[in-house]
């Protein structure tokens, strides 16, 4: 079994403090994305990495990919209550047709 | 660019019936789809892998002729959840990936409520 594990599940926090998501796998990832969801919608992309190592910056969100492919974390600074939501990541293997693997997700709620 | 719509949004129905619910991506061909189910503050379930021109991919435990599954065009998928009952209701959630990447694009889901 492919396993995303993702840490925190619940984090509650004040507006204006940094916070980081953990997602940790025994698997080599192709590629890991990261999804913000918020209640009663989809999942919307936040962003895709694909090399071991990447560093990606979403205005005050970070993404970064493990050297070795398997795992990666999302480090937000300053949070703001606009950012609370559920973040979902995910796995993504070349031999396995397509298919994602979802950690548990991460619910934020930042408090004003 | 890469939006995917479903259709409904909301749905009700009585014990028995069945209900269509259609997943479109909008400005690209998707070969892939994938539909999920999502209970309240957990993760996706990956119910199918549904592709184009092909039987649909069952995860183990979904039952395919509960779930019927329908890719029938580049740009088109649909599930019909058949004889539908109260445990069934739940939010369900198509994605569809662009050809040769991993990157999946969520549809809004539909929220369905069986009474």
């Known amino acids: 079994t492919q396993l995303l594990e993702q840490s925190p599940q619940f984090l509650s926090i004040q507006e204006g403090e940094n916070l980081t998501v953990y997602c940790n796998s025994s698997s080599v990832f192709s590629s890991l994305q990261w999804y913000r969801q918020e209640p009663g919608e989809g999942p919307v992309l936040l962003v895709t990495v694909v090399t071991g190592g990447e560093v990606k910056k979403l205005k005050r969100l970070t993404f970064q990919f493990g050297d070795a492919r398997k795992d990666s974390s999302l480090h937000i600074t300053a949070a703001q209550p606009g950012d609370t939501g559920l973040y979902l990541c995910?796995?993504?293997?070349?031999?396995?047709?397509?298919?994602?693997?979802f950690g548990d997700g991460t619910t934020l709620t930042v408090k004003p | 660019g890469a939006v995917v719509s479903q259709h409904p949004s909301r749905v009700i129905c009585k014990s028995g019936t069945s209900v269509k619910i259609e997943c479109r991506s909008l400005?690209?061909?998707?070969?892939?789809m994938f539909w999920y189910r999502q209970f309240p503050k957990q993760s996706l379930m990956l119910m199918a892998t549904?592709?184009?021109?092909?039987?649909?991919?069952?995860e183990q435990g979904v039952e395919k002729d509960k779930f019927l599954i329908n890719h029938a065009s580049l740009t088109l998928s649909t599930l019909t959840v058949t004889s539908a009952h109260p445990e069934d209701s739940s939010f369900y959630i198509c994605?569809?990936?662009?050809?040769?990447?991993?990157?999946?694009?969520f549809g809004p889901g539909t929220r369905l409520t069986v009474l």
């Open positions: 549904s592709n184009e021109g092909s039987k649909a991919t069952y």
């Open positions: 995910a796995g993504a293997f070349n031999t396995n047709a397509g298919k994602s693997t």
């Open positions: 400005d690209f061909q998707a070969t892939t």
């Open positions: 994605s569809a990936s662009l050809e040769r990447t991993d990157t999946q694009y």
